[in-house]
C-alpha cells in the first residue's frame, strides 16, 4: 500500500522560511517524479516543484531562487525548503508520487 505523508507546513511571517517534508511509504521515492502542488482557496492547483529519478529540479517562476526540493534517499522522503515566504505562498502543499498523494500540509504566511 503506497502512503505519501506530509509535514511541516504551520504559520509563519513574511519572509520566514519552512521546510516542508514528504515521506513515502510503500514506494520509491528516488526511483520516481515527485512532485510538490499547492492549491489555495477558489484557486487553480500550482505545480511548485518537481525532482526527477536523476535529481533534476524544476520550479513554478512563482517559488525560482525561493524554493529548493531535495531527497534523502535512506528516508525515502522529499523535501521542500521554502524562504522568504510571501502571503501569496498560503496554501495548502501535498506531493505527488504517480498518482498517489498525501492529505497535504497547510502552509500560511502572515503578512
Known amino acids: 500500500q503506497v502512503q505519501l505523508v506530509e509535514s511541516g507546513g504551520g504559520l509563519v511571517q513574511a519572509g520566514g522560511s519552512l521546510r516542508l517534508s514528504c515521506t513515502a511509504s510503500?514506494?520509491?521515492?528516488?526511483?520516481?517524479?515527485v512532485n510538490w502542488y499547492r492549491q489555495a482557496p477558489g484557486n487553480e492547483r500550482e505545480l511548485v516543484a518537481t525532482?526527477?529519478?536523476?535529481?533534476?529540479?524544476n520550479y513554478a517562476d512563482s517559488v525560482k531562487g525561493r524554493f529548493t526540493i531535495s531527497r534523502d534517499i535512506a528516508k525515502n522522503t522529499v523535501y521542500l525548503l521554502m524562504n522568504s515566504l510571501k502571503p501569496e505562498d498560503t496554501a495548502v502543499y501535498y506531493c505527488?508520487?504517480?498518482?498517489?498523494r498525501g492529505q497535504g500540509t497547510q502552509v500560511t504566511v502572515s503578512s
Open positions: 505527488t508520487i504517480r498518482r498517489w
Open positions: 510503500g514506494i520509491i521515492a528516488s526511483i520516481n517524479v
Open positions: 525532482i526527477t529519478s536523476v535529481g533534476s529540479t
